[in-house]
């Protein structure tokens, strides 16, 4: 059974900062992940979609990384702004299935 | 254009009573998922259409949640003898086809008192 489980739960950090939030699953069949934001009292936002061939994937100030065989992706934000605080959430889907599994997320506060 | 939106956005209901959500997908996207998020919780799987078809329904708790999408645009989720428990977020998202980018509706607050 796939989990998925993102450390920290939460982060400050000043504006300015390059930071990292990390994502985990533990079944490396996987098809693809997604990295999204969610600001309070929203919906997700889709930032970044890494398919399972590939290693990395930008957008922007956003890079995410992917390696299937430790189970682990990162998503690095440069020069972070106020604007980017949010909640950020990880979702994967395993090779077979359509079902995303999400992770819990890292609620993000950018101080100015 | 116009994004995925879900009505209605809040529902209070009292226990016992049968709900239906709806959610409008992003025109053209046969795929759509649904989705319940409690406070500080990530989404969670409920079902997954593709067309008009549920593919995976897995994830819906027990038999009194149900969903339809009988043309493959509009889909409805109906909750049937409302608990307490159900109280959370239900999220719609869509996307080009299955296992691509989800494009997520706002939500809808459910409150079972």
């Known amino acids: 059974k796939q989990e998925v489980t993102q450390i920290p739960a939460a982060l400050s950090v000043p504006e300015g900062e390059n930071l990292v939030l990390n994502c985990s699953f533990t079944?490396?069949?996987?098809?693809?992940l997604q990295w999204f934001r969610q600001d309070p009292g929203k919906g997700l936002t889709s930032l970044l979609l890494?398919?399972?061939?590939?290693r990395e994937q930008t957008s922007g100030r956003l890079n995410a990384s992917l390696d299937k065989s430790s189970g682990r992706s990162t998503l690095y934000i440069a020069a972070s702004q106020p604007g980017d605080s949010a909640t950020y959430l990880c979702?994967?889907?395993?090779?077979?299935?359509?079902?995303?599994?999400f992770g819990t997320g890292t609620r993000l506060k950018v101080l100015a | 254009g116009a994004g995925v939106s879900q009505t209605p956005s809040n529902k209070v209901t009292e226990k016992g009573k049968y709900v239906e959500l709806r959610c409008d997908p992003i025109?053209?996207?046969?795929?759509l998922y649904w989705y319940r998020q409690s406070l500080g919780q990530g989404p969670e799987f409920l079902i997954y259409?593709?067309?008009?078809?549920?593919?995976?329904d897995s994830g819906l708790p027990n038999d009194r949640f149900f969903a339809v999408r009988p043309e493959g645009s509009v889909s409805t989720l109906k909750i049937q003898r409302t608990e307490r428990g159900d109280s959370a977020v239900y999220l719609c998202?869509?996307?080009?086809?299955?296992?691509?980018?989800?494009?997520f509706g706002p939500g809808t607050r459910l409150t079972v008192l």
């Open positions: 998202a869509s996307s080009l086809s299955g296992r691509d980018t989800q494009y």
């Open positions: 979702a994967v889907t395993t090779s077979g299935t359509y079902k995303y599994i």
């Open positions: 025109s053209g996207h046969t795929a």
């Open positions: 890494i398919q399972s061939s590939q």
């Open positions: 259409f593709q067309g008009t078809g549920a593919a995976d």
């Open positions: 079944d490396s069949a996987i098809y693809n």
